[in-house]
């Protein structure tokens, strides 16, 4: 089996262009990097689930594609390694954890997206 990343391009065609194949991303959870036309993207297996991510974070430029997956509300998010920013795997979605004062001083809250 072999899998494949979609790119939008400024025609608003689709291309699709083959990175690699299935059984590189071994067991219930895996990853490939790859460039294509100059952008670099990450295809990870997770939950048994092909899906594709910028490899740069968009916070801060820092290499996402090299952070460590951990769940957050339920969903599995993508951890940049240099600011600890989420990001849903699944869906794209962005999470920050909210702060709440408590006697005064600030205290870590609940993740919100």
Same mark, same amino acid.
């Given at each position: 089996m072999r899998h494949t990343a979609r790119m939008q391009s400024s025609s608003e065609? !689709? !291309?699709w262009v083959q990175v690699g194949h299935a059984s590189s991303l071994a067991g219930? $959870? %895996?990853r490939l990097q790859a460039c294509?036309? %100059?952008r670099y993207v990450t295809v990870l297996k997770v939950? %048994?689930?092909l $899906?594709?991510?910028d490899s740069v974070c968009f916070h801060a430029g820092g290499p996402l594609g090299l952070g460590d997956i951990e769940d957050v509300n339920g969903r599995p998010c993508l951890i940049c390694?240099?600011?600890n920013y989420k990001i849903d795997v699944l869906t794209g979605e962005k999470y920050y954890q909210?702060? &709440?004062w408590h &006697? %005064?001083?600030m205290v870590p809250g609940d993740w919100k997206r």
């Open positions: 065609t !689709d !291309d219930s $959870t %895996g294509i036309k %100059g939950r %048994g689930e $899906t594709c991510i390694p240099w600011h909210a702060v &709440n &006697n %005064g001083k």
